[in-house]
Each structure stands twice: as structure tokens, then as C-alpha cells.
């Protein structure tokens, strides 16, 4: 009897999700819709000439099944250029979050074990300063540092000049290359993405490992830690075997979320180095005033985010009965 | 609370982190002060000149002196934060209130509202938001207010939904007080402390947010000189006058790193967890 109305309960939570997501979803199209309504920029008459007539009419139509219009900047359709952006944001977010993770949940577990220790002042520090700075300015002191003072880093970009054919269609270029069998690509290709990678991942980094300590630290205070303690386990083993998984749970949202946020922050750091994604595409749009990619990016970027929020929420009561029935 | 004054008093962080905003305080409130350059009068004589003992952080492209520029530029930084607290704090606190305190059909709709826009990317709906309608450092305020009062109103919401489970809100109810005198006399004052705490730990980000509006060319427009649309002439520079983009951004990361320090011993003191 117990069970079946925790399942009802698990039940009526789902629908619940599904429900606020898309009223998320169906006010940021309104959001977006309203904008454009009241927005000054004409998309149709900043096209002049013959022109004019017949991709002005589409230009206005800022729907998905006209490809969201056509592009100031590029003369392509929005949806088009979307495309083509998107394998080149995702390459870069994945990246800096392999970053973030392999530093962050290794640091904050240390932290955590060595609470008040130089070691957590550390990370505390590299936690402040994370929230504090501003990513385009990190992005452009690591440039200025790496790329034109020490000179360890390519110029931005995402690949090379000789392999500019190479980013012409959208792929994730650092798999294919492996793939083709195409190694000078690869290590260029790897070569670029290090820098904007690592600014990127630094800004996750610190909540990453924040939220890790923070798990641990509560785990830590569990009585089953007691329990293993009394009963002689070592103190790695108990880290390893029953602490970790648990907050791996939680953690994998923290991860989830952080990688939507990326996106965000993306934003600015393709911008500074001239990363080929939706977030460069966005930044120029804006300086042209081009409504149509604007208003496209803004939807695609915050329907990611909403779903990634969406998911995280699922996923955590999915993956915690507790939180569940709470 | 004498008991928690002391304990911020003693906090590092917290006397670290109001020095440095006291020091910012003082700047934004009497520049002239600090500089007796002006941050507008251009110098063509005396362009891209490094650090020197008249410049004391050098010029920028127009021969401006950029200490003067950055010391006038601390005003906007305050403007920007003030502006948005003042809005975010009292209408994120009224929806929060409502939404935990009505059972009706309009507290559910202000509490489906607040989860609507906790779960909005801010940073690029305040882009859209901006590029569409208007760049200026007005619209960039409206643009930030408009996602921001959301971690209030959540706040609010959940500690209200708390509080009038309490007995003496059911004793208030029952001597035939009003909602809304509950709401603002008896409510209101037991929340202030949890959304002033997240008012300093939100305002970096507004900082952040706006300088990157600036960065963007959609925040305040020159000749203001506001950091982040000084990061913004500066990047074409990048490579050859590094103090162009060095110090803006220092000055941005001193200001929000004075709040997080405040926000993060405020949060130690009060909730006895934080970092």
C-alpha cells in the first residue's frame, strides 16, 4: 500500500515537471514574440535594394518553418547558421566541463577531507575569485598572458587558416579528425581549443568543487560513516565505497546545470576568441542589429538551458527517493 | 543580535569585504577626491601613452586619462546595483509573500511565475532584451531587474510558507488581524535577514551582468565611462597596451569580489554553514 502511493506520488510530481516546463518554455516564446513586436529594429527594411521585396517578407517571418528568417550577417537562413554553430559551442562546453570535473570534483573532495586546512582555504580563495571576475575579462587576460606574451597558445580561432575548409560543415571536429585518421588536424585542432577551454572550465570549476565539498561534508556527517569508522574500515575505503557514490548522485545534477550555465558563459568567451559558435554568431548579430539572429539564438540558448533545467529536476527525484517524497 | 554583530565583526572576511566596499563607496561618492583628471577631455597629444607619473594607469585611445576614468566609472557599478535593489528586493518580497501566504488561484500563478523565471538563463534574456528594444544603461538596468527578483520571491515564498504554520500567526488570524497587516507587520520583518543575505551574494552578479551588457555594447554608451564598455574599446589593444584592459577589469573584480566576501561571511555568521 505504501508503495503504490509513493509510485502516484512520483506520478503527479512528473506531470507537475512536465507542466512547468512548458509553461517555462511557452513564456519564453511569448518573451520572445513580445520583443520582437515592440523592438524598433525593422528586419525587413534594413534589407535595401532588389532585395527588398521577397526576403524581406521571410526576413520578417520569424517563424522555425522559415528557419527563423534570414541572417544580416550571413545572407543564410538563421536556422542554417545555427547549425553550423552548434557542434562548435557543444565541442567547447564539453571541453571546459571535462575540465571542471577532472579538477573540481577531485579538489573539493580534498577540501572537504581537509576542512580548515590550507587546503580548503585554497579552493575558498579560487571559489571567490571564480564568482567574482568576470569571464570576458579572464578570457581576455588569458590571451593577453598565454596568447601574445608567452606565446604557448595558437591565435584564437578554431582551427587554424590552412584548415579553414575543415569548419564549413558542422561537425565536432576533434572526433572526426580522430576519426579520418587526420592527426595534423586533430593536434591544431586541440591546440585552439585548450585556452578558451580552460578560461571556460574555470568558470565552472569553482562551483563544481564547491558543491562537492558541500556533499561530502554532509555525508561525512552521516551516522553510516560512524558505523564504518567503529567497524575498522579505513578511511579511503569509506571515501571510496560509500561517501562517493552517494554524493555522485547529486553531483551529477550539479554537473548538468553547470553545463547549461556554460552556455551562457560561452557567450563572451567565443566572442574574445573568435569561436565559430552560437554565442560568437549571437555577439555579432547584436552588433549589426540583426533581430531575426538575435531573437533565434535567444531561443535556442534558453531552451537548452530550460531543458538541461528540466532534466536536472527529473533526474535528482528520479535518482533520489528521498527527495521525491518529500 | 548584539551576539551576531560581534561575530561579523570578527569574521575576516566580512571586515575584509566592507574595507574594500567603503573604500569603493567613498570613490563613487566623491571622485574628484582621488583624481584631479577628467575622464572625458580627450588628450590627442598623449594617446596609448603607458603608465606614467602624471597617468598614473596611462591613457586610452583618446588620450584619456584611464585612472580618472575608472575612479568616475565606480558611480555607474552603484547606480547599476542600487537601482536593481531597490526594485528587485520590495517586488520579489510582495510576489514571494502572496504566492507563499495565498492558498487562491493567484498565489499559484505568482508561484508557477517565480519558478518560470528561476528557470530562465538571465544573462541572455537581458541580451535579447536589450539588442531588441534599446541599448542604453537604462534599459541594461530594466533588462537585469527583470530576471532578478525571482531568488527573492523564492526565498520569500519558502520562508513564508514556514511561518504561518506558527501559533501566533493562528493568534493574529484569530484577534481578526488583516492578511496583509500580518503579512508586512509580523511576516516581513522575520524574512529581511535571508534575503539580505542573498541581496549581497546577488550583487556581484549584477555587477558582473552589467559590465558584460557594457562589454557586449549594450550597456551604458560612450563617452560613459562605465568598465565594461572600457573593456569593450580596450579589446582591440589587447595585444599591444595591456593596461587598457588590465585595470577595468580589475576594478570590476575588486568591487564584486567586496560583496562576495560580504555575502560569504554574512552567510557563515547567520546559517552557520556557507564555505
Known amino acids: 500500500m505504501q508503495l503504490i502511493t509513493s509510485i502516484s506520488l512520483n506520478y ?170 587526420n592527426w595534423p588536424l586533430f593536434k591544431d585542432a586541440l591546440a585552439h581549443i585548450m585556452l578558451p577551454a580552460l578560461v571556460l572550465g574555470y568558470y565552472s570549476l569553482a562551483n563544481i568543487s564547491r558543491m562537492t565539498r558541500l556533499f561530502v561534508l554532509q555525508e561525512l556527517q552521516q551516522e553510516y560513516v560512524i558505523t564504518c569508522k567503529l567497524k575498522g574500515m579505513p578511511f579511503n575505503q569509506i571515501l571510496r565505497r560509500h561517501i562517493l557514490p552517494n554524493t555522485a548522485i547529486k553531483l551529477i545534477t550539479v554537473i548538468l546545470l553547470s553545463y547549461a550555465s556554460l552556455l551562457e558563459g560561452s557567450t563572451f568567451v567565443e566572442n574574445i576568441f573568435m569561436w565559430p559558435g552560437i554565442g560568437l554568431y549571437l555577439t555579432q548579430s547584436i552588433m549589426v542589429n540583426d533581430l531575426n539572429a538575435i531573437l533565434a539564438c535567444t531561443i535556442v540558448i534558453a531552451l537548452i538551458f530550460i531543458t538541461a533545467n528540466f532534466i536536472c529536476d527529473a533526474l535528482y527525484k528520479f535518482l533520489d527517493p528521498r527527495v521525491a517524497n518529500v | 543580535m548584539y551576539k551576531q554583530v560581534l561575530a561579523m565583526y570578527n569574521n575576516k572576511s566580512i571586515v575584509l569585504g566592507f574595507s574594500l566596499l567603503a573604500l569603493f563607496i567613498l570613490v563613487a561618492l566623491v571622485p574628484t577626491m582621488f583624481t584631479r583628471q577628467s575622464p572625458y577631455t580627450p588628450n590627442f597629444d598623449n594617446i596609448l601613452a603607458p603608465a606614467n607619473g602624471q597617468h598614473i594607469f596611462g591613457t586610452d585611445e583618446l588620450g584619456r586619462d584611464l585612472f580618472a576614468r575608472i575612479i568616475f566609472g565606480t558611480r555607474y557599478a552603484f547606480i547599476v546595483v542600487l537601482s536593481v535593489c531597490i526594485v528587485t528586493i520590495p517586488l520579489g518580497f510582495t510576489i514571494g509573500a502572496i504566492a507563499g501566504y495565498k492558498q487562491n488561484f493567484i498565489g499559484n500563478f505568482l508561484s508557477r511565475m517565480i519558478d518560470v523565471f528561476l528557470a530562465l538563463p538571465k544573462l541572455i534574456i537581458a541580451m535579447a532584451l536589450v539588442a531588441s528594444v534599446g541599448v542604453g544603461i537604462k534599459n541594461a538596468i530594466f533588462a537585469i531587474i527583470l530576471t532578478a527578483w525571482a531568488p527573492y520571491a523564492r526565498l520569500t515564498r519558502a520562508n513564508v510558507l514556514q511561518l504561518k504554520q506558527q501559533d501566533f500567526i493562528l493568534v493574529l488570524k484569530l484577534q481578526g488581524v488583516s492578511s496583509s497587516r500580518i503579512l508586512f507587520r509580523f511576516i516581513a520583518p522575520l524574512c529581511l535577514s535571508p534575503i539580505f543575505l542573498q541581496a549581497f551574494l546577488d550583487m556581484s552578479g549584477y555587477i558582473l551582468m552589467v559590465a558584460g551588457l557594457g562589454f557586449l555594447g549594450l550597456g551604458a554608451q560612450p563617452p560613459l565611462p562605465e568598465w565594461g564598455s572600457m573593456l569593450a574599446n580596450a579589446k582591440d589593444y589587447i595585444l599591444t597596451h595591456w593596461w587598457l584592459i588590465t585595470y577595468p577589469g580589475g576594478a570590476i573584480l575588486l568591487l564584486s569580489l567586496s560583496f562576495n566576501l560580504i555575502g560569504e561571511g554574512m552567510q557563515s555568521v547567520l546559517t552557520n554553514k556557507g564555505f
Open chain 1, 12 to 181: 503527479k510530481q512528473c506531470v507537475n515537471l512536465f507542466i512547468r516546463f512548458g509553461i517555462t518554455s511557452a513564456t519564453l516564446v511569448l518573451l520572445v514574440v513580445f520583443l520582437s513586436k515592440i523592438s524598433p529594429i525593422d528586419s525587413g527594411l534594413s534589407r535595401v535594394g532588389d532585395q527588398f521585396s521577397d526576403i524581406s517578407y521571410q526576413a520578417k517571418n520569424v517563424s522555425l518553418k522559415h528557419g527563423f528568417g534570414f541572417s544580416l550577417l550571413t545572407n543564410n537562413l538563421v536556422l542554417q547558421d545555427i547549425k553550423l554553430a552548434m557542434p562548435a559551442t557543444f565541442e567547447l562546453a564539453t571541453a571546459a566541463m571535462l575540465f571542471a570535473i577532472l579538477i573540481g570534483v577531485p579538489l573539493g573532495i580534498l577540501a572537504a577531507v581537509n576542512k580548515d586546512k590550507l587546503l580548503d582555504h585554497i579552493l575558498r580563495m579560487l571559489c571567490l575569485l571564480g564568482n567574482s571576475v568576470s569571464i570576458f575579462w579572464l578570457s581576455l587576460m588569458a590571451m593577453l598572458l598565454f596568447y601574445a606574451k608567452l606565446q604557448l597558445f595558437p591565435a584564437p580561432g578554431r582551427v587554424d587558416i590552412a584548415f579553414l575548409d575543415e569548419i564549413a560543415q558542422p561537425r565536432f571536429l576533434l572526433i572526426s579528425s580522430i576519426l579520418d585518421g
